[in-house]
């Protein structure tokens, strides 16, 4: 069965560093997104992603944050300078036909800034 | 009034009993709705789409009741693996492309 895929399951980080969080989502797929989950708190949206461009974004998803797709498999999350507040599980979703269909989610990477 | 709202449980369900969620939404334009399983610093597993007319996928049960704006999940005949948190989902339609989680409904079922 296709999955999404991410790596790495678990990153540490220094306050102030650069992480680059990376994603392959399922091949036939093409319509991308981030999402993020605080320990005890609600999965939210961070940013869509379609035809190569942002088509969505949340007040979450600042000027810090940046999202590429450097080739055709690849999805990645770029956060530039990292804050305490930037730990949090993130999982990155991929969908056939945009939010009118189903996401099937990564396992996650679990991002812990210190 | 929240996007998403779900009671966040949990509830306590004993083995092979019947449980039922509701989650209300708040944007009457949402077009696509979801319930996803998610398990302790697991990812959401979709579980089942919402349609309008309902949809059964054995033992789980999703109907969409759109005048009161809310979905439910019915599950029948539960069993401890149905131990999870249970997140629905909804798509606010139009052009929007992004899907809404609420916060969730803690499901824990007693042997």
């Known amino acids: 069965e296709p999955e999404v895929t991410q790596t790495p399951s678990h990153q540490v980080t220094q306050m102030g560093q650069e992480v680059i969080l990376r994603c392959v989502p399922i091949s036939n797929h093409l319509y991308f997104y981030w999402y993020r989950q605080i320990l005890g708190q609600k999965v939210e949206f961070l940013v869509s992603f379609y035809n190569n461009e942002i088509s969505e974004k949340s007040e979450i998803f600042d000027d810090q944050f940046s999202v590429e797709r450097p080739d055709g498999s690849n999805f990645t999350l770029k956060i530039r300078s990292t804050k305490l507040e930037d730990s949090a599980m993130y999982f990155c979703?991929?969908?056939?036909?945009?939010?009118?269909?189903?996401?099937?989610f990564g396992q996650g990477t679990r991002l812990t800034v210190v | 009034r929240k996007e998403v709202e779900q009671d966040p449980g949990p509830f306590n369900v004993p083995e092979g009993a019947t449980v039922a969620f509701n989650c209300t939404y708040s944007n009457s334009a949402s077009q696509s709705f979801f319930w996803y399983r998610q398990d302790c610093r697991k990812e959401p597993k979709l579980l089942m789409s919402v349609y309008s007319s309902g949809n059964e996928d054995g033992r789980f049960t999703a109907q969409l009741n759109r005048a009161s704006q809310y979905i439910s999940l019915l599950i029948r005949d539960s069993k401890l693996s149905d131990s999870a948190t249970y997140l629905c989902a909804v798509n606010r339609g139009n052009r929007d492309d992004k899907i809404i989680f609420g916060k969730g409904t803690r499901l824990h079922i007693l042997p």
């Open positions: 979703a991929s969908s056939n036909q945009g939010a009118r269909t189903e996401a099937f």
